[in-house]
């Protein structure tokens, strides 16, 4: 995930203030979990974030880009910000399989997507950890349990 920046965003309908003069850095792959009461602003937020709402005033980034900036009137369609987007509630078509409801979005996407590897992938993080004896080590021997009796699962998830 790249780096989402708000700055100074505000959304509001009419009086009501449903998010104030925000500004929030996520860097990249970070983790982040949004708490609060209802009726706080969150999903507000992400919506905002992933442009299906649109602020009253501020500007937010993603990565490099500029996707949203009451100033300059910038203002990139959801579609085009490539964000993913998991409903609180529901939003499943019951005439659809689980494969096809997951999947469903990704029909959207114009641009070809990069091929990965990934068997290319987990041997580079293997060559990786090979790189560093004693830390492949440290980390095996993490996964010992209060007998000493190696977890193997636990080795293969680490690795």
Not at 21 to 32: K, P, Q, Y
Not at 75 to 91: C, D, I, S, T
Not at 96 to 114: A, D, H, R
Request: glycine share 8%; hydrophobic share 40%; with cysteine.
């Amino acid at each position: 995930m790249p780096e989402i920046k708000l700055t100074h965003v505000t959304k509001r309908w009419g009086k009501f203030y449903a998010v104030d003069d925000l500004s929030l850095d996520m860097e990249d792959n970070s983790f982040i979990t949004l708490l609060g009461p209802s009726g706080c602003g969150k999903t507000t937020t992400l919506r905002m974030i992933a442009g299906l709402e649109t602020p009253t005033s501020g500007q937010i980034k993603i990565g490099d880009r500029v996707v949203f900036d009451s100033e300059a009137g910038i203002n990139v369609p959801a579609n085009k910000r490539k964000v993913g987007f998991l409903f609180q509630n529901y939003a499943l078509w019951p005439n659809m399989t689980v494969y096809q409801n997951i999947s469903f979005g990704l029909g959207n996407i114009k641009e070809e997507l990069p091929v990965i590897d990934e068997e290319a992938k987990a041997l580079k993080s293997m060559i990786k950890a090979l790189e560093n004896p004693g830390e492949l080590v440290k980390l095996i021997e993490e996964c010992r349990d209060k007998k000493g009796k190696l977890d193997l699962d636990m080795v293969y998830l680490k690795l």
